[in-house]
């Protein structure tokens, strides 16, 4: 296995709903540059562990604890921080990863599945990131390990700007969290504090199976990416270690799309 530059060695990184897909994969892609890492699960206590045991054992570069947090609990995550930074000593990188689809056309969309998804995907992201807001204004710069105060990495969606007809809660969620990124990034980067979206295309996890297994869904959904392979979470990975990183030191308040071109509205390539 090829260990990379080691760029997160020191710091602390906590992911949210890393017991799959993306956040497994961005909990890994970070373990393996040195982070101390928190794999954050809701459900998936089992899965949750296997990710920090390979961290621990077989990227032998970070060091790992599981911790479970729902994140649309103001109890459970301020629980998340306290028990992370009593013991790592503190957070340098927040990634408000976990997320969820309860899809309905929007005249039969229940009050419940609307407010589920919001306080999922909206809520939960504010939460985590204020606390680690809190926290790096706490604990003050470490020059030692990086240029910046905090980093805050909110996953967001190619649906933070697509409007997506029978899932409008979701995008509603993605939508939202490009203001409070902004917000975020406007009020702290005099701060140092650096907060970034990623917005993945349609990436193969559990989130979307039923498109990818159906092979007429599938064809269908590569119509919509102009690079025309379904992306993997290790895309996802690799721009989450580079955001965490001092190399993308002078980006901050961006969406950066991890989409293969999902966004350029492909049907228009032969002038709609
Ligand atoms: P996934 O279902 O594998 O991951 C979602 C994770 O969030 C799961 O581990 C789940 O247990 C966790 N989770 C759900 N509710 C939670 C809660 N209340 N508290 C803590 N954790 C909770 O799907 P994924 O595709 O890996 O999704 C990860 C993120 O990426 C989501 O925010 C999703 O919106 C976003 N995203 C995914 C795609 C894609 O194509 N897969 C595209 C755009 C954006």
Redesign the pocket.
Known sequence: MQIPNQRLKNQTCIV?????????AVAKSLGLEGANMVV?????KKEAEEVADWINNESRCGSAIAIK?????EKDVKEMFKKTISHFGTVDVCVA?????IDHPLHEMPLKAWQKVI???LT?QFLCAREALKEFLRRGMRKEVSKSLGKIIH?????EEIPWAGHAN?AAS?GALLMLMESICQAYAHKKIRCNSI??????????KEVWVDEKEKKELLKLIPYKRI?I?ED?GSVACWLASDESEYVNGTTIFVDGGMTCYPGFSTNG
């Open positions: 949210t709903g890393s017991s799959s897909g993306i956040g497994k954050n699960y809701h459900s998936g947090c729902d994140v649309s609990s990863n976990a997320g969820i689809q306080d999922v995907n939960g996953m967001s969606s190619v649906h979701y993605k917005a993945p295309g349609a990436i193969k996890t559990d989130i979307n992306g979470p996802i």
